[in-house]
Structures are given as C-alpha cells and as structure tokens.
C-alpha cells in the first residue's frame, strides 16, 4: 500500500499528540485516504532525549533531514515562536509539500506570505489549530464567508487567563493565588506573561482578522491589555450586579481600517461568552445572514489541538485553502455607543460624550460613552470595563444600583 509521508516539526505536548493520534486511528484514515498515512520523520531539538516506538521514524535535530527525505507530502509545524517555524515550512512549501501549522505566533506574522507562496505552488495551507485549539473556528468562518459578510468576532481565545478569572471569582481568590493554582495544573507557564498579558489571544486574533478582512489590524487602533490589573474587589462588585469578567478579543471593522481589542471587559447574562469558564475557549461570530453563531470547547491541550491539526491533515490537496487571505468584502457599521463599568472618582474627570447612568457605590459608576471618549479617561484615577451584552435588565434590577 502507498503511504502519505508526514515530516512532524516538534515532539511537544502538541507533536506527540498528532503522533499518538496518527497512530491510534490509523484505520480510520486509511478508510478517507485509501491508503497508509505515516509519519516518516521527527524534527527535536535533542535526539537523546525523544524515542518513539517505530524504528522506522527517522528522529533527527537537523531539518535538512527532513526536506530531503526522497518522499515527503506533508510538513506539520508543532513548534513554537516566529523562527524557525517560518523558514522550514518555506521551505516544504518550495519543495512542494502541503503544510499544516499550530504556530499561532508565527503565523499571526507570516500567514499572508505563507499564503501566497501556497497559492503559487498548488500545496494547502492548514492552519485551523493556530486558533482556538479544538475548535472548528477557521473550516466554520470559511464556510461562512461563502455567502456571509462577518461583521463582527468575539471570543475567549487563552484558556488560561478565562481560568484565571473563573478561579477569582468562584474561589474567592487574588489573581497571583489563582495564577499559582493555574501553574500547579499545567494551565500556565513558569512565565505567563504570553496568556495574562493578552499576547496569546491577540496573535489568534490577528489570525482571525487576516482570514475574515484580508489584513491584519492597524496597529495604531489596537488594544492589547492583560488581566494583572483585576481585583477580587472588582470579581464581587460586578458579580452583584449579574456581570462577569472576561479576556475578550474582539475583531471588527472601522471604516477603511480593522480594529482589534484584546482586553478585560464584563460580560452581561445575555452574551454568548457568559457562561464560558474555566480552560474553555470560544467565538461568538455576527454574520449579516446567519446572525450570530457562538462555539465552544477546550482551547488547547495535547488531543485538541491534534484533532485541530488531524481535520486540517484530511483537508491536504484541497488548495483553495489560501484564498481566504483575499481582502475582505465585510461593510463598516456604526454600532451603539457601549456600556462601561468605571472604578475611581468618576465626578473627578469624565471626558466628554460620557453619560453617567447609574451610580452604585461611592467609587463605581455606570455609564455610556464612545470607544474614542473612554480612550481620553486618565486612567490613573480612572479604570473602565466595557460590557457585553444587553446590560440595561440587569442595571434596573439590582437593588445596589442607584440612578443619578
């Protein structure tokens, strides 16, 4: 029987898991493939410390290696970091080998010349495990710009930071106890700066960008903010008034540019991302047909992320894949001046267009305003949280809350 060859990049948490995936469900593939599908070569950093049971697989430190193999179909990235991810899977596109990455740094940075250069040399492009780990996110957007235009993305992208802020409120807990707790579990890093910080979540988002409006955001509009500000104070004030912190990414269009938020908002009852916790992941997506669709599941992890890069591996030879980088069609539309939740003396230096809707306590206030009116806050004395959802039930049914 004829194989598909696979040269695996990395033998991490994420390689293993494709190997041990290829492994287990041979057959099945077999049966979409019609024939043997094999992993031929694995790319380490230190042969001595890596086995795998096939003799057969050629364990290397060297990608040379690989991209002579004298039979190679597939290169699937399971590396990390924008080199040498970039240059090796160059490299196999030129060779002429599909490709498949869950790089989402690298990708974020160079998905659209990896893109081109797929087009122009008749190989796919997989790229469904940069994002949102299980999640079926990029085959659902694709599907979905066939006949939609996608006016807004939403979505839980780092599974550690929406841990993190579970843990503070349903445990009661400070954020570096819940952080010492997500390190204890596996769930972050020695150094979690990538997840807290929020430049996780925006490398999916400019994936996400570059995939629904043809470009990644303009730098000058976007927000990138972490969630090391957030006190258990602030997890019980919004909680008694039915709100719940979220790590939001957020990607739409303004005008002629792409605006991306990664930041720490309040999500009201009504909003699809509410009732995401833990290590979950999800995307909520407004469509001018369909309306809005919302997923759910876990974001990362050995097997989730190996089903992400498996589906993307079922999908090679199917080479319209790079066409989605075209730019986008989506119209700009003027949305409803958000709600805000703002701690600190708010008679003290409200810019204006912001309108003060309810007070709840000596030091927190409701109110409506403009992103561009927030944006003037001083934020020393000032600290603003936009809500998500319709908000206005909640703000009428709270007894703390007081009007103006």
Partial sequence: MSALTIGLLGFGTVGKGVYETISKHQGRLQAIFGKEVKVSAILVKNVSKHSVPDDDVLLTDDFQEIIELPKLDVVIDAIVGREPGYTYLRQAILRGCHVITANKEMFAFHGSELARLAKEHNVSLGFEATVGGGIPIIQTIKQLLNANKIERIEGILNGTSNFILTSMREENLSFEEALKIAQEKGYAEADPKNDIEGYDAFFKAVVLSELV????????????????????????????????????????????????????????????????????????????????????????????????????????????????????????????????????????????????????????????????????????????????????????????????
């Avoid at 409006?213 to 957030?230: N, W, Y």
């Avoid at 267009?353 to 003037?376: N, P, R, Y």
Wanted: proline content about 5%; some cysteine; charged content about 25%.
């Fill in 213 to 404: 409006f043809g470009k990644a955001p303009a730098q000058e509009t976007s927000v990138r903010e972490g969630i090391t500000d957030i006190t258990i104070e602030q997890i019980r004030m919004a909680d008694s008034l039915g709100l719940k912190f979220k790590h939001v990414a957020s990607i739409e269009r303004e005008k002629d540019a792409i605006r991306c938020t990664v930041k720490p908002v309040l999500t009201a009852e009504a909003h699809p991302l509410y009732r995401v916790e833990g290590v979950q992941n999800a995307v909520s997506i407004d469509a001018d047909i369909v309306g809005n669709i919302s997923l759910q599941g876990p974001g990362a992890g050995m097997f989730p992320t190996a089903s992400a890069i498996i589906e993307d591996l079922i999908h090679v030879g199917r080479t319209d894949i790079p066409s989605v980088f075209e730019e986008g069609k989506s119209e700009w539309t003027v949305l409803d001046e958000p709600v805000w939740i703002i701690w600190g003396d708010a008679n003290a230096g409200l810019p204006e267009g912001c309108e003060i809707i309810s007070k709840v306590s000596k030091d927190v206030f409701i109110f409506k305003a403009s992103l561009e009116a927030v944006s003037l806050l001083d934020t020393s004395d000032l600290k603003a949280y936009q809500v998500l959802g319709d908000y206005a039930p909640a703000v009428k049914e709270n007894k703390q809350v007081q009007t103006v």
